[in-house]
C-alpha cells in the first residue's frame, strides 16, 4: 500500500497543533475520509479530508472545513452515509459554556449536505460529550453520549438523524438508562442489525467501582433492555474502556481490561444476544492469563459471529501487542495467551484494528522502539499467522 504521511494530507498545520484524535472511515472505494479537529482558527474546528487507494488527496488542501462556527469544536466521530460520504458527529461549545452535540453529513465530493456548521443532535442543558456513531442501514445515524442534564450524574443518550439531517427520535434523545444513581459514561456504540443499535458504557452505579452495562435501542427510538441497563460485567474490582463489535446473528461481543484479581489488569470479554441475554460464562471469559498488566482492548468481527482483539500486554516489562481471536462460543482460537504481534524493545501502544476482508485484521500501533513514536502494521490471518505487508 501506499502511505501518505500527516505533512502531505495538512502541510500547513505541521509544527502548530495538527491533528487531534483523528478518525477515518472506508470511502467505498478503496479509499477512506479522515476528520480531525484543528486550532488553525485559535479555536478548535472540524475538518475532514479524503483520501484515494493511491493515497492522493481528493478534496482541497488541509481539509474542508465541516464546523467552523466560533467557540470549541472538539473529539469528531465519523461513519459512512453509504453513497461515498460520511457523517461526522462531535462536541460543540458554539451556545456557551458547555458542550452541545452536532453532526454534519458531507458528500463524496466533499460538500455539506446539511445545514452550515452541522444540525442539532442535543442541546439540552449543562454538559453533553463523547459523542460515537454508527449507520442506521438507511443512510443516516444513530449517535449516543453522555449527558449531564440532570445535574448530579452523567447518563446516556442516543438519538437517531435521518439521510436528510432530521432527527427522528424525541428532543435531545433517548435515555438509555433510568433511575439509576452515580454516573454513566464513555459509551460506544455499534449497529443491532435491524435499524437500531446497541450501546455500552461504563457504570458508576456500585459506588467507588466501575462495571460495564449495555443496552438495545430500536429504529424507532424504543429501549429493548432492562429500563436500568444490562450488566454485562459486575464482577469486583473495576472494569474499564469497554469496546464492542457487531455479530452477524445478532447481539454484539464487548471486551474490556479489567482488575477483579486485584493485582493486575486482565483482558475480559462477553457475549450479549439481541434479547439482552449474556450468553458466555457468566463470569466472562478471559482472555489471557498472563500475571503482568493488558489493558486498551480493540475488537473487530471475525465475519463468524466471533472476533479478534488486539491489546497492550505488559508481560516483558514493556508495552507490546499481544491478539486473540475468539469463536461463538468464546473459546480462544489462537494461543492461550494470546498471539504476539509485536514485542519489540521498548513501549508499542496506542493500536488500532480493522478487518483483512477474510477472517483476519489488519492491526497498527504507535512504536518507541526507535525513541520516538513511529507507525507500524502487521496483517494477521484467520489462524493467527503473520502475512507481511
Not at 502494521?377 to 505487508?389: E, H, K, L
Given at each position: 500500500?501506499k502511505?501518505?504521511?500527516?505533512?502531505?494530507?495538512?502541510p500547513?498545520?505541521?509544527?502548530s497543533e495538527?491533528?487531534?484524535?483523528?478518525?477515518?472511515?472506508?470511502?467505498?472505494?478503496?479509499?477512506?475520509?479522515?476528520?480531525?479537529?484543528d486550532?488553525?482558527?485559535?479555536?478548535?474546528?472540524?475538518?475532514?479530508?479524503?483520501?484515494?487507494?493511491?493515497g492522493?488527496?481528493?478534496?482541497q488542501?488541509?481539509?474542508?472545513?465541516v464546523?467552523?462556527?466560533?467557540?470549541?469544536?472538539?473529539?469528531?466521530?465519523?461513519?459512512s452515509?453509504?453513497?461515498?460520504?460520511?457523517?461526522?458527529?462531535?462536541?460543540d461549545?458554539?451556545?456557551?459554556?458547555?458542550?452541545?452535540?452536532?453532526?454534519?453529513?458531507?458528500?463524496?465530493?466533499?460538500?455539506?449536505?446539511?445545514?452550515?456548521?452541522?444540525?442539532?443532535?442535543?442541546?439540552?442543558?449543562?454538559?453533553?460529550?463523547?459523542?460515537?456513531i454508527?449507520?442506521?442501514?438507511?443512510?443516516?445515524?444513530?449517535?449516543?453520549?453522555?449527558?449531564?442534564?440532570?445535574?448530579?450524574?452523567?447518563?446516556?443518550?442516543?438519538?437517531?438523524?435521518?439521510?436528510?439531517?432530521y432527527?427522528?427520535?424525541?428532543?435531545?434523545g433517548?435515555?438509555?438508562?433510568y433511575?439509576?444513581?452515580?454516573?454513566?459514561?464513555?459509551?460506544?456504540?455499534?449497529?443491532?442489525?435491524?435499524?437500531?443499535?446497541?450501546?455500552?458504557?461504563?457504570?458508576?452505579?456500585?459506588?467507588?467501582?466501575?462495571?460495564?452495562?449495555?443496552?438495545?435501542?430500536?429504529?424507532?427510538?424504543?429501549?429493548?433492555?432492562?429500563?436500568?441497563?444490562?450488566?454485562?460485567?459486575?464482577?469486583?474490582?473495576?472494569?474499564?474502556?469497554?469496546?464492542l463489535?457487531?455479530?452477524?446473528s445478532?447481539?454484539?461481543?464487548?471486551?474490556?481490561?479489567?482488575?477483579?484479581s486485584?493485582?493486575?489488569?486482565?483482558?475480559?470479554?462477553?457475549?450479549?444476544?439481541?434479547?439482552?441475554?449474556?450468553?458466555?460464562?457468566?463470569?466472562?471469559?478471559?482472555?489471557?492469563?498472563?500475571?503482568?498488566?493488558?489493558?486498551?482492548?480493540?475488537?473487530?468481527?471475525?465475519?463468524?459471529?466471533?472476533a479478534?482483539?488486539?491489546?497492550?500486554?505488559?508481560?516483558?516489562?514493556?508495552?507490546?501487542?499481544?491478539?486473540?481471536?475468539i469463536?461463538?462460543l468464546?473459546?480462544?482460537?489462537?494461543?492461550?495467551?494470546?498471539?504476539?504481534i509485536?514485542?519489540?524493545?521498548s513501549?508499542?501502544?496506542?493500536?488500532?484494528?480493522?478487518?483483512?476482508?477474510?477472517?483476519?485484521?489488519?492491526?497498527?500501533?504507535?512504536?518507541?522502539?526507535?525513541?520516538?513514536?513511529?507507525?507500524y502494521?502487521?496483517?494477521?490471518?484467520?489462524?493467527?499467522?503473520?502475512?507481511?505487508?
Open positions: 500500500f502511505q501518505k504521511t500527516a505533512y502531505e494530507i495538512m500547513s498545520l505541521v509544527g495538527m491533528c487531534i484524535r483523528d478518525s477515518l472511515v472506508s470511502d467505498g472505494a478503496g479509499g477512506a475520509i479522515i476528520t480531525w479537529f486550532y488553525r482558527n485559535i479555536n478548535p474546528d472540524i475538518y475532514a479530508q479524503r483520501v484515494d487507494s493511491l492522493n488527496i481528493l478534496w488542501a488541509n481539509g474542508v472545513a464546523c467552523d462556527e466560533t467557540h470549541t469544536q472538539e473529539y469528531p466521530r465519523i461513519v452515509d453509504g453513497a461515498g460520504g460520511a457523517i461526522i458527529t462531535w462536541q461549545k458554539r451556545n456557551g459554556s458547555y458542550y452541545d452535540i452536532y453532526a454534519q453529513r458531507i458528500d463524496s465530493d466533499g460538500n455539506p449536505v446539511w445545514q452550515a456548521n452541522g444540525v442539532a443532535i442535543c442541546t439540552a442543558s449543562s454538559n453533553q460529550e463523547n459523542p460515537e454508527t449507520s442506521d442501514g438507511s443512510g443516516g445515524a444513530i449517535i449516543t453520549w453522555q449527558d449531564g442534564r440532570n445535574g448530579y450524574c452523567y447518563v446516556i443518550y442516543a438519538q437517531r438523524i435521518s439521510s436528510l439531517g432527527t427522528e427520535w424525541q428532543t435531545n433517548v435515555a438509555l438508562c433511575n439509576v444513581i452515580n454516573s454513566q459514561v464513555y459509551p460506544k456504540i455499534t449497529q443491532d442489525g435491524s435499524g437500531g443499535a446497541i450501546v455500552i458504557w461504563e457504570d458508576h452505579r456500585p459506588g467507588y467501582t466501575t462495571d460495564i452495562y449495555g443496552q438495545r435501542i430500536d429504529s424507532t427510538g424504543v429501549i429493548k433492555w432492562d429500563s436500568s441497563g444490562l450488566a454485562i460485567c459486575t464482577a469486583a474490582g473495576n472494569q474499564f474502556d469497554p469496546v463489535t457487531s455479530r452477524s445478532g447481539g454484539a461481543i464487548v471486551t474490556w481490561w479489567d482488575f477483579r486485584g493485582n493486575q489488569y486482565n483482558i475480559y470479554a462477553q457475549c450479549v444476544d439481541s434479547s439482552g441475554e449474556v450468553i458466555w460464562d457468566t463470569n466472562d471469559v478471559a482472555l489471557c492469563a498472563e500475571t503482568s498488566d493488558q489493558k486498551y482492548p480493540q475488537i473487530i468481527s471475525d465475519g463468524v459471529n466471533g479478534i482483539i488486539a491489546w497492550e500486554d505488559y508481560r516483558s516489562g514493556y508495552s507490546d501487542i499481544y491478539c486473540q481471536r469463536d461463538s468464546g473459546t480462544s482460537l489462537w494461543d492461550s495467551n494470546g498471539v504476539v509485536c514485542d519489540a524493545a513501549d508499542q501502544r496506542y493500536i488500532a484494528i480493522t478487518s483483512n476482508g477474510l477472517g483476519g485484521a489488519i492491526i497498527t500501533w504507535g512504536d518507541e522502539r526507535s525513541s520516538n513514536y513511529d507507525i502494521a502487521q496483517w494477521i490471518d484467520s489462524t493467527g499467522n503473520f502475512v507481511g505487508i
